[in-house]
């Protein structure tokens, strides 16, 4: 079994090289390159359109759904709606003889009145949730205090032996509250020499941060906000911690648990520094120097947390088309169903211009009902093609994964099908439509043999691959996928194109930043009408062609030389 910490290492380079150059074809990729069928780059028919998927998104994203929040009763309409869709279209079970698979779930909601004080030389500070911080717990207490708590900056709150970096080195917090920064060394004054430069590693995610002050033993752990480094703004960090907050129970997930876990303003950190003789905007130098060393700040915390906690459960939903000559080998396309549900009261809402303040359903529309869509009217086009492929395709919709990933990370502890035999995973999270492109954005590009694959299907749509344009904003491993690559098995994440045939690069990625700015995480992420459809049609095509070739073929798609899940897959491959 691997640890986090090899799990961590291992993710240092999964998002591979930082161009779309990749390395010499091999295994499933020769296929391509020695003119056998995929080589020929002619798409095979699709038996979807752009409006099965449309009526598929609209029904995710309505507002009966509620925002399918796990747990809630859009879950349950969200459950029953795909099973049904997948028995309209002869799908079978994908688990066993259920198309469900149970995720058990602990379920907190942090009290809004709960406060942080913060006593410092200059005197005390009361911070107050969600306006200055927020604060939640992963023990399962429903009352959990901290009590003039020293508190210590660990820079980037990174333990990377492998790098020569630790940020804890010579340090025990063991009773102490670590404040630390988002995102990696490096990042925020742009030294490429750090980590991977601008490309954001594991390191740099707010999981694992709180995953390694877990592992210290801190008592408390809080993260210093700043729209840049986390790549979205305070709000969505307000909208995703101020409702209902889900972990799995400690037997099934055994790692070391924080007491307490949060955010800081950066205003409020900024403040927290000054009170301490330091300038916040020095220590992102500082903090991103080898060698860097804690920094006490003089300061003490205080809160009582006090958290309503129930035991629940969520489900997973699997359906399969199996397979005509090796059912037991797998393909699975993946895309998770969970979104945000429905937060009451003012305080719960962003109030962006945008939107009406008495909407109060996150509709989830892009994230991800463009992705369950995806993956059902894919479903739609192997089941209507006549011929079942030779290996077994899996349709896979995890829940929790805005709560970390979990509904994935559940699967691929207790999976459907063995890990070994799974010889691709295809994962779509958020397609934004934006209409026709001149390219295929690829997350983590320069990963996998799969992206070989990919290419002739794109090129026959007279589009490039091309790799992402943000890649500090880490979202290779932001989506369920990521649970899959670090167990070995190889996994395809694109984000449709940014470069429009209808206003090109630049058209492309404003409408992005306007998504991200304007809607993601937000109560305004709802079905527009006037989408075109086309580029999305275009992706679903594509990504239908690459499953298809897979689940035809007999060779295993491997990660590229380098890789460092290519080293686990081997492993993968070899064990009985």
């Known amino acids: 079994m691997l640890t986090r910490r090899t799990l961590v290492a291992l993710a240092l380079v999964a998002a591979g090289a930082s161009g779309c150059q990749t ?7 020769q296929q391509v390159a020695s003119n056998q069928p995929a080589s020929d780059a002619i798409l095979p028919p699709t038996p979807f359109t752009a409006q099965d998927f449309s009526k598929r998104l609209q029904v995710l994203a309505s507002d009966a759904f509620g925002g399918r929040a796990p747990g809630s ?14 028995k309209e279209l002869g799908l079978q079970p994908g688990n066993g003889d259920s198309y469900t698979q149970t995720v058990p779930m602990v379920t907190s909601l942090t009290d809004a009145n709960t406060t942080l004080q913060l006593k410092t030389r ?36 990174v333990n990377a032996p492998e790098l020569g970096w630790n940020d804890y080195e010579g340090l025990d917090v063991r009773g102490k509250t ?55 703004g305070w709000e969505v960090v307000r909208n995703g911690w101020t409702g209902k907050q889900f972990d799995l129970p400690a037997a099934d997930d055994p790692a070391p648990r924080l007491p307490i876990r949060g955010w800081l303003t950066q205003e409020s950190a900024r403040a927290l520094f000054a009170a ?65 549900g429905t937060h009451q009261g003012d305080d719960a809402h962003d109030h962006n211009a945008a939107a009406p303040k008495d909407d109060q359903i996150w509709n989830g529309a892009v994230d991800n009902g463009t992705g369950v869509a995806g993956i059902m009217t ?4 192997f089941a209507r ?89 880490g979202f290779y491993f932001r989506s369920d996928h990521f649970n899959f690559a670090k167990a070995g098995v190889p996994a395809l994440y694109i984000k449709g194109g940014d470069d429009l045939i209808e206003g090109g690069l630049e058209r492309g990625r404003a409408i992005q930043e306007d998504y991200r700015r304007n809607r993601y995480h937000k109560p305004t992420d709802d079905v527009d009408p006037n989408w075109n459809l086309e580029g999305v049609q275009q992706d679903l095509q594509a990504l239908y062609a690459v499953g298809r ?28």
């Open 385 to 473: 093609a006549g011929q079942a492929p030779k290996r077994s395709v899996y349709f896979f919709a995890p829940t929790l994964e805005e709560s970390g990933l979990l509904g994935s990370a559940y699967y691929v502890a207790h999976p459907s099908v063995p890990l070994n035999k799974i010889a691709a995973v295809i994962n779509i999270d958020a397609l934004i439509p934006t209409g026709k492109a001149r390219n295929l954005v690829l997350i983590g590009n320069g990963a996998s043999e799969l992206e070989d694959i990919l290419k002739p299907y794109a090129a026959a749509q007279g589009r490039e691959l091309a790799p992402e344009n943000t890649p500090q904003d």
């Open 378 to 381: 894919i479903a739609q086009g």
């Open 276 to 340: 301490a003789g330091l300038d916040l905007t020095a220590q992102y130098k500082a903090a991103s120097t080898k060698g860097f060393k804690p920094v006490a700040l003089n300061a003490t915390a205080t809160t009582t947390l006090k958290t309503a906690v129930t035991h629940a459960s969520s489900k997973n939903f699997i359906a399969k088309l199996p397979g005509s000559e090796r059912p037991d080998e797998a393909v699975i396309y993946q895309a998770h169903w969970d979104h945000l």
């Open 73 to 86: 009763a859009g879950e349950t309409l969200t459950l029953d709606y795909l099973i049904a869709q997948a």
């Open 549 to 576: 070739e897979v689940a035809n073929s007999t060779s295993w798609p491997r990660w590229y030389p380098g890789n460092a899940f290519r080293k686990q897959q081997d492993a993968l491959r070899a064990s009985p």
């Open 23 to 29: 390395p010499a074809a091999s295994g499933i990729a």
């Open 122 to 157: 200059k005197g005390s500070t009361t911070l107050k949730f969600p306006q200055d911080m927020v604060l939640g717990t992963t023990t399962g207490k429903p009352l959990v205090d901290l009590r003039n708590s020293d508190m210590v900056f660990v820079g980037y709150g």
């Open 178 to 232: 670590v404040v630390m920064l988002v995102n990696d060394p490096g990042f925020q004054i742009g030294d490429t020499e750090l980590f991977e430069g601008r490309r954001m590693t594991y390191y740099g995610r707010w999981t694992y941060k709180f995953e390694e002050a877990a592992r210290q033993g801190a008592a408390a752990a809080l993260i210093v906000h700043d729209n840049e480094g986390a790549a979205y």
